[in-house]
């Protein structure tokens, strides 16, 4: 029997694109409080907030490191950090 891992967030947007301004309001796994999001925050620069680019290299670069601690075990010399 497989096990099935759900993941979920929920965001809310207001406004348009340019002016508008978002948050990320919960993460299913409660491991993230509210996150504001703004266009400015992808496009010039954060002041604070994040963007769907920065999660995304967050995941990415967890996954990473999470596959070459696994690599290097798997060939005998296990990471220490």
């Known amino acids: 029997m497989a096990i099935k891992a759900e993941r979920r967030a929920e965001v809310e ?10 948050k ?4 299913g796994s409660g491991a ?4 504001p999001i ?3 925050a992808r496009t ?3 002041d604070g907030k994040t963007s769907p680019e920065e999660l995304l290299e967050a995941a990415h670069a967890a996954c990473y490191a999470m596959a ?6 798997q ?3 296990p990471a220490e950090r």
């Open 24 to 27: 990320v309001v919960s993460v």
């Open 75 to 77: 060939a005998g010399t």
């Open 13 to 22: 947007w207001e406004g348009n694109l340019i002016q508008g301004h978002g």
């Open 44 to 46: 010039e620069r954060s």
């Open 68 to 73: 070459f601690s696994h690599a290097l075990a």
């Open 38 to 40: 703004t266009w400015a």
């Open 32 to 35: 993230l409080g509210e996150l």
